[in-house]
């Protein structure tokens, strides 16, 4: 069964500062998506990357930037330089390539950016 | 780019009643609806799937004959939740999936239930 891990209920940290939000994944697929949401108060889910099992390459976006191993089965996110308006619960989650494409989320963790 | 609404964004109803939650994909066909649901503090939990023209297909403890899920078009999914109680305050998110594996959330809807 398909299972992710965020382990790192929440963060609290002072602008300016880097932060990593680690993401563990569980699969027996050997084909996977990988994914990075933020939720800000308002609720909405905005999507910041999508990952395919079979690129491993890191990314970065800004000051947003992605690690992901497949040896240890982390998706970590780095923020760097991190301002308040990052501050929002950022979730990890993981879709396998057949059945019925569900999205299983992790638990998420709150991220708050102090002034 | 594609967008999802729903509608109502929120709604308060008393207790007993029963609350219609439409979800639309305006730009693209949603061939697949997901319905999550999300609680304070908490995860988004999938609550169905369906796809357009069939039966939704329910996860493991989700009462089917309390969360009515209906996807008659491709554009269009709606989640009645029947005789609606305050355990049912939640935020409730669906998610559109067309053709290549195209993906799109919803902004969700906030029930109340009194």
């Known amino acids: 069964a398909q299972k992710v891990t965020q382990a790192q209920t929440e963060i609290s940290v002072v602008e300016k500062e880097d932060v990593t939000l680690d993401c563990v994944y569980e699969t027996r697929d050997t084909t996977y998506y990988l994914f990075w949401y933020k939720q800000p108060p308002s609720g909405e889910l905005v999507f910041l990357i999508r990952r395919n099992s079979f690129d491993e390459q890191n990314e970065i976006s800004g000051r947003y930037s992605w690690n992901f191993q497949k040896s240890t089965s982390s998706f970590n996110f780095t923020i760097t330089a991190s301002q308040v308006v990052d501050s929002a619960v950022y979730f990890c989650?993981?879709?396998?390539?057949?059945?019925?494409?569900?999205?299983?989320f992790g638990a998420g963790t709150r991220l708050a950016v102090h002034p | 780019g594609a967008v999802v609404s729903q509608h109502p964004s929120w709604v308060i109803c008393k207790s007993g009643t029963s609350v219609k939650i439409e979800c639309r994909s305006l730009?693209?066909?949603?061939?697949?609806m997901f319905w999550y649901r999300q609680f304070p503090k908490q995860s988004l939990m999938l609550m169905a799937t369906s796809n357009e023209g069939s039966k939704a297909t329910y996860e493991q403890g989700v009462e089917k004959d309390k969360f009515l899920i209906n996807h008659a078009s491709l554009t269009l999914s709606t989640l009645t939740v029947t005789s609606a109680h305050p355990e049912d305050s939640s935020f409730y998110i669906c998610?559109?999936?067309?053709?290549?594996?195209?993906?799109?959330f919803g902004p969700g809807t906030r029930l109340t239930v009194l």
């Open positions: 998610r559109g999936q067309g053709i290549a594996d195209t993906q799109y």
């Open positions: 989650a993981l879709k396998e390539s057949g059945g019925y494409n569900k999205l299983i």
């Open positions: 730009d693209f066909q949603a061939t697949t």
